[in-house]
């Protein structure tokens, strides 16, 4: 069976297990189906091109946005006091067989800043070093994936093509799933220099397109070491930020930011060498986490004595195994862990703590009440100017349907009400999706979207839209920059220099 245009079933993002759908998942997916199948013949579309299109996204969108009210329907019928209103819509055209009105609809000229993506280098030692975690890598590449080493799909090749061509992201950060280094590592550090170096070369020396993280892991092995290795690669200035894995160690033990012994000294160089932006995994629980170590109290604890640094929280502590509601103080696991703790350590809005959605927003973007709850909590306590887009690409494949799917989302206005969310306004989707990572790492977007507006990428983009379409390109019309995932392949093999048209 093809891939839904939107996912509705439980994934994974190759670092933990999903759950098995449902039954009103199952529901939801049907529903699904039949509303794609009837919009095509609608529309007098090919079924196949009708999937692939904005119109695709924005049926499935539907779906969900149905499923939501009946529902909040059904609770409003079991219970007095709540009511039968969603609290998180999708607006798309109501006719979602108009396919050019939904590509208006879900498209967008904002400046998009994923700080969350990830690829592998396909033949690296990590393959044989570290089963386990080439088990990972698969479980989450995309069903469609056809290559021979299905690892291919997660190539640098396909994350330049899928993510930079095939979406509407204009600037990534790279980052890794956990590793003590190397030998381990699905990209070690000066691979994904690399990758960045190749992003250059085709920008022809513009504006930077991709940023890299340096992944550490303080607890394997001599701490000195690590401190060694974070200060030879900062010296290659190519560090944007150090991110850890505080959940997880080789021997199944993690550790604590606030760790005299381990997270300090490790926080201490960071801030030393000039690396302000400190990442931290926490909550999705990884197989082998170290739950105790995966809550997210240490991270907001040491924002307080690292005042000039900045701490990013990836995933917000969301747990999969915890469904979001309004805010509770004594919930055990989930975004009000993290909420909690800017509250014991008297963190305010807009602070030095901010989130990532990578994972989360693709998951909870399934339960548009739930999406609302994770969405207004995070703007609000948070912060508005502090809550950034993360879609954990390539895993999943292009992040795009992600991107549309955020663009149609709103806060009902009877959430807003009853829980004090904001609004999620334009200007707010504008901040999250860009502008508050662009704020973060010093960017200027404004003037690096102009300077990436000419480079072969932007060019080559309505080319590569076309060959996923199976469109035909004009005769005359020779794109300026490698539009197919062969093509980028063939480009990264023979050179590093930048692209010139065949
Ligand atoms: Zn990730």
């Not at 549309?404 to 009877?414: D, G, K, L, P, T």
Request: negative net charge.
């Amino acid at each position: 069976m093809t891939d839904l245009p939107f996912p509705v079933l439980p994934g994974s993002n190759g670092e933990y297990i999903p759950d098995p759908p449902t039954a009103h998942d199952r529901d939801v997916e049907h529903a699904a189906r039949r509303a794609l199948d009837e919009a095509a013949s609608r529309a007098g579309m090919d079924r196949r091109r009708f999937l692939q299109s904005a119109a695709g996204v924005a049926t499935v969108l539907a779906t969900l946005d149905l499923a939501a009210c009946s529902s909040a329907g059904k609770r409003a019928a079991r219970t007095t006091s709540t009511s039968a209103r969603p609290g998180g819509t999708y607006t798309v055209p109501p006719t979602t067989h108009e396919v050019e009105a939904c590509a208006a609809a879900l498209s967008g000229t904002e400046f998009v800043f994923d700080v969350h993506t990830h690829h592998v280098m396909p033949d690296g030692p990590w393959v044989k070093n570290a089963p386990s975690t080439v088990q990972l890598v698969l479980g989450m590449l995309p069903t469609d994936c056809s290559a021979a080493n299905r690892l291919e799909c997660a190539s640098r090749a396909a994350y330049l093509h899928d993510l930079l061509l095939g979406s509407d992201t204009t600037v990534a950060m790279l980052t890794d799933v956990p590793n003590s280094g190397p030998a381990d590592a699905p990209i070690p550090f000066t691979d994904a220099l690399g990758t960045q170096a190749f992003a250059n070369a085709l920008t022809r020396g513009g504006a930077s397109r991709v940023l890299v993280q340096n992944i550490i892991a303080p607890n394997a092995g001599p701490l000195a070491a690590h401190l060694d290795e974070m200060e030879a690669n900062a010296a290659t200035k190519g560090v944007a930020a150090f991110k850890v894995y505080t959940a997880w160690g080789p021997d199944g033990r993690g550790f604590a930011l606030d760790d005299p012994a381990i997270g300090l000294p490790v926080l201490q160089k960071a801030h030393d060498l000039g690396v302000k932006v400190f990442v931290s995994h926490k909550g999705l629980p990884l197989v082998n986490f170290d739950a105790a170590h995966n809550t997210p109290d240490d991270i907001v604890a040491v924002s307080r004595i690292f005042p000039d640094m900045q701490f990013v929280v990836f995933h917000g502590a969301w747990n999969k195994n915890h469904v979001e509601g309004p805010y509770d103080a004594n919930a055990p696991l989930g975004i009000d862990t993290f909420l909690r703790a800017l509250d014991v350590h008297n963190v305010p809005p807009n602070s030095n703590v901010w989130v990532d959605l990578g994972t989360v927003w693709r998951e909870v973007s399934k339960r548009p009440d739930e999406a609302a709850h994770v969405l207004g909590k995070l703007l609000s306590r948070a912060g508005e100017d502090r809550v950034l887009w993360g879609t954990d690409a390539i895993w999943y494949g292009s992040p795009q349907s992600q991107i549309m799917a955020f663009r149609a989302f709103q806060i009902s206005v009877e959430y807003q009400d009853r829980y004090h969310y904001p609004a999620l306004t334009d200007a707010v989707k504008r901040k999250v999706l860009g502008l508050n990572a662009a704020n973060l790492f010093g960017i200027d977007a404004e003037a690096t979207r102009c300077a990436l507006a000419a480079d072969p990428i932007a060019q080559a983009k309505p080319a590569a839209a076309e060959l996923r379409n199976d469109g035909v390109l004009p005769a005359a019309y020779r794109p300026n920059g490698p539009t197919s995932r062969r093509e980028m392949l063939s480009w990264l093999r023979h050179s590093a220099t930048p692209w010139t048209p065949a």
